[in-house]
């Protein structure tokens, strides 16, 4: 075994440049026979076969970098053998760099070779050949995951992909001096086994389907005819595309872990590859500094070209040989960098930095070039957890820490008053970028559907060449339809109208002719009441003249009895006498009750109008005098005072005797008033029967108003439709009208193809040149504003003094809270490390993380992340500046979601707890 492991790494070293003399020359015993350089057919040579290949075809090679091909020799014989024929194999020598030369050649002379297990001690009786099969099991193990058999003591073989104790069935595929190369030959019923085990480790995409059925927190799905139990995690739910890892696996059933989630294929990441690549080169990355700088360290990262034939020389015997050589490519004696490499390094720092992000790092930008100065300190604000140096890095500046921070405490008040100027004016910088931007989309859209619909217009033109003549006449068609029905529901609305104002009117001339009757009605019911009373009134004093005269003829016809007539004051003196005279008074008549007694003399009163010289004014006006104290009780009987035959007397007072006189006149009246009644009984009824016609009238006219005002409505709502449809149809006229303008100008719209990307650059240009002038604030107010109450030499000094400053330690004035440790922490992100020393070596000292963009002139084993780029160019710092911004800001979000997610899971564990 110890042999087999000296000749295998021999075998080994031949790979090695520093062994390959050993492995190439013949011993030194032996005679060298010296070689050409080209061989050609019909050439003699004398060949040592080394190894065995497929068919039994010997294996032999030179030093000119040949492989000979020697068909029936066996392992370790030297031939004499002749070349018949030349070519080139598609594999490359890894020694040389060039293609691997073959020839093929028959022996030439049979008598000198010998065998080498004839020659070797403890060697095998029998020959190895290609194909032959033996079970062998699996003593050793060996390089990358093979095992080792040892047959005899200086043989061995070589089996991949087996372990120790593994009982197979090789089948010989090479063979060399000391072992040789076997391959395992699995049986039908190893196969599942093998299969199972293969799968463990591999993944696949799959689509989780809707139907998947869950078990213990894990999906279940169907993969090449096996279940395999999926866990769930990272949020996926059904009809999700994920990325799985198998992790166990048997006959039936696997475990799978998911990776990712809606993963990318390779083409896509080909694709998005092939993008970077281009935008790296467009912001010219892949220029390196001039040749002389070159950096022996960064010759990896250098664009390399197979340029031309060179000559290979060995130290010790020395020999020429053919060889293509490599040339770093050079562009205006600068070199070009590796653009692959460069992406696969950018693409590792940035998952790196994002990584920090999410871990809550601080990060320190550092770029004093004049490219970088200005977009680094665009960045760092950007980035709102991070630091910057533009101007220039003094020394000490992170390593003397406490002399630093006493300067910048002079200028921290100045720079929170810029500060909070600054975040004020970038507001309305993004506030104006964003509605130029929404601006810009909606122009892009609309010249989009433009586009859509120009084509659809040429399409249909295609169809039919009239298209556009036929639309117009329907068009015109519609436009008279519509017209012609306007017009006529016009009219019917103007006669509506018409006849709607005149039931109005004839409307209210009935209402103003039954308010007129109304009011003859009332008159009229008055003068009834009124001429009611007199004619009840006129009956009643009728009655009592009646009842006089009645009492009058009666006293007549008695005798002894008499009737007097007296004046009231004297009938009142007779009853307050004693009885003084001879008169005997048997009855006195009262008079009638003050207010019956002011009716009768009104009733005379009127009379004696129609009637003059009836009774005198002076005895009228008495008789209302007395009037007044008429309130004497009924008729009272006085007492004989003790006369014998005296006659007995009736005082009447004059007033009722002479209202007697007028009973025929009252009869007149009464029936004057009744005729009066019964006319203006006829007129009421006249008025009743005209009031009902004119509200028959009036319904009849109301009911005819709702009829013309419900046809009015509908003919109104018709209009309505009509102008609804007048309306659609100039819209669907304005789109026409449209249609044919964009046909005649769909050639001139040349902006339309235009990139969304040209588009955003033009906005900002026009906010470079427009709104960017307008924002600026006169910072030097701030400092003249402190310096109010100072002298003039002393604020010009303070201001240059505070300039400088600023100017200095400007990006750092947030650091300020940190101590050594913390600041030990940071992650720093330089630009131009060859004008950067002094910041790359404080930074190692104090073990800070480095990422550097790196040029051909650097040193990229003093950084822990580099980016082989272009560190002059302002559009390649630009570019990985821009990227390093959005994998930052992605870290920060990231960050943020999960510290809100253990906010809420604490809350709900809190709150179970209480």
Not at 160 to 185: L, M, R, S, W
Not at 503 to 521: G, N, P, T, V
Not at 652 to 657: A, I, P, W
Request: aromatic letters at 8%.
């Amino acid at each position: 075994m110890e042999t087999f492991e000296k000749n295998f790494k021999k075998e080994k070293s031949v790979f090695s440049p520093s062994k390959k003399k050993k492995n190439l020359a013949f011993s030194k015993n032996e005679k060298t026979t010296t070689l050409k350089n080209v061989l050609q057919a019909g050439d003699i040579l004398t060949v040592k076969i080394t190894a065995l290949g497929s068919k039994n075809i010997g294996v032999a090679e030179l030093k000119n970098g040949y492989t000979v091909l020697v068909p029936d020799t066996k392992c370790g014989d030297k031939v004499q053998v002749k070349v018949e024929k030349i070519f080139l194999g598609k594999g490359t020598d890894t020694i040389l760099n060039q293609k691997i030369k073959y020839v093929v050649a028959r022996v030439n002379n049979s008598d000198t070779k010998t065998s080498n297990f004839e020659k070797t001690s403890n060697s095998l009786k029998f020959d190895f050949k290609v194909g032959q099969k033996f079970r062998v099991t699996i003593a050793k193990k060996g390089p990358k995951n093979s095992g080792l058999v040892p047959v005899a003591k200086n043989f061995l073989f070589i089996v991949p992909n087996t372990k120790v104790g593994e009982n197979v069935v090789v089948e010989i595929q090479k063979i060399k001096q000391n072992y040789a190369f076997a391959k395992p030959i699995v049986s039908k019923q190893m196969n599942s086994v093998q299969e199972n085990n293969q799968m463990i480790g591999q993944q696949f995409h799959i689509v989780i389907p809707s139907s998947a059925k869950t078990l213990a927190n894990s999906f279940v799905v169907q993969l090449n005819g096996q279940f395999v139990f999926v866990k769930k995690s990272l949020g996926v739910q059904p009809e999700d595309t994920v990325k799985i890892r198998i992790q166990k696996s048997t006959g039936t059933f696997a475990l799978a872990k998911i990776l990712k989630i809606s993963p990318i294929s390779s083409k896509e990441k080909k694709a998005m590859v092939k993008e970077t690549v281009q935008k790296m080169i467009q912001s010219s990355m892949h220029f390196g500094e001039k040749t002389i700088r070159c950096n022996a360290n960064m010759r990896k990262y250098i664009w390399y070209r197979k340029k031309g034939l060179g000559m290979y020389t060995n130290s010790k015997n020395t020999f020429l040989s053919i060889k293509e050589t490599k040339k770093p490519m050079v562009r205006r004696g600068r070199h070009v960098l590796n653009v692959f490499k460069t992406q696969r390094c950018f693409s590792e720092a940035l998952k790196q930095l994002a990584k920090y992000a999410a871990k809550g790092k601080t990060f320190l930008f550092v770029g004093t070039k004049k490219p970088a100065a200005s977009l680094v300190a665009k960045t760092a604000l950007l980035s709102n957890t991070s630091f910057f140096v533009n101007t220039r890095w003094l020394g000490g500046m992170l390593t003397n820490w406490k002399t630093i921070l006493k300067s910048i405490s002079q200028i921290r008040p100045i720079l929170k008053q810029k500060q909070k100027i600054l975040q004020k004016i970038l507001e309305k910088r993004e506030k104006i970028q964003r509605r130029l931007f929404n601006k810009v989309y909606l122009l892009r859209k609309k010249s989009q559907k433009f586009v859509i619909k120009g084509k659809y217009l040429i399409q249909q033109i295609f169809h039919s060449k009239n298209f556009l003549i036929e639309k117009s006449q329907k068009f015109i068609q519609t436009k008279n339809a519509i017209f012609s029905a306007n017009a006529l529901l016009l009219n019917a609305s103007k006669n509506l109208k018409i006849k709607k104002i005149q039931i109005l009117k004839q409307i209210q001339q009935l209402e103003f002719a039954a308010a007129e009757i109304l009011k003859q009605k009332q008159q009229l019911k008055i003068l009834i009441q009124s001429n009611l009373m007199k004619f009840n009134e006129i009956c009643q004093f009728f009655e009592i003249g009646q009842q006089l005269l009645k009492t009058k003829d009666r006293v007549q016809k008695t005798e002894n009895t008499r009737i007097v007539t007296l004046s009231y004051e004297k009938l009142v003196t007779l009853e307050n006498s004693t009885g003084s005279d001879n008169l005997t008074v048997a009855v006195t008549l009262p008079n009638p009750s003050p207010e019956i007694f002011k009716k009768m003399i009104a009733v005379v009163l009127n009379l004696r109008k129609e009637e003059n010289g009836f009774f005198a004014t002076n005895q009228m006006s008495n008789l209302s005098n007395r009037a007044k104290s008429t309130d004497s009780p009924a008729a009272s009987v006085p007492q004989n005072t003790g006369g014998t035959n005296q006659p007995k007397t009736i005082l009447v007072s004059k007033f009722l005797n002479k209202f007697i006189l007028l009973l025929p006149f009252l009869k007149n009246s009464i029936q004057i008033l009744n005729d009066r009644l019964v006319q203006q009984e006829k007129m009421l009824k006249e008025l009743n029967s005209t009031f009902a016609k004119i509200t028959e009238s009036q319904k009849s006219l109301k009911q005819l108003y709702k009829k013309t005002i419900s046809q009015y409505t509908v003919v109104s709502s018709k209009f309505i439709v009509q102008q609804n449809n007048f309306k659609k149809f100039q819209k669907n006229l304005k789109q026409f009208t449209s249609e044919q303008r964009l046909l005649k100008f769909l050639p001139k719209l040349r902006y339309l193809p235009t990139s969304q990307t040209k588009m955003y650059e033009i906005v900002e240009l026009f906010m470079k040149k427009f709104v960017d002038p307008k924002l600026n604030y006169p910072m030097e107010q701030i400092y003249d504003q402190k310096l109010k109450f100072t002298s003039k030499k002393i604020a010009a000094t303070r201001k240059q003094k505070w300039q400088r400053l600023e100017k200095y330690f400007g990006g750092i004035t947030k650091m300020a809270k940190m101590n050594t440790k913390q600041i030990s922490k940071n992650v720093a992100i330089i630009i131009g490390q060859q004008e950067e020393m002094n910041a790359v070596h404080e930074c190692r000292k104090l073990g800070m993380k480095i990422f550097a963009v790196v040029d051909t002139n650097c040193n990229p084993k003093l950084v822990d992340h580099i980016i082989p780029a272009n560190d002059d160019s302002r559009n390649s710092i630009k570019y990985i500046l821009g990227e390093m911004l959005t994998y930052i800001r992605l870290g920060q979000k990231l960050r943020k979601k999960v510290s809100l997610r253990a906010k809420i899971q604490q809350n709900k564990k809190r709150r179970f707890v209480y």
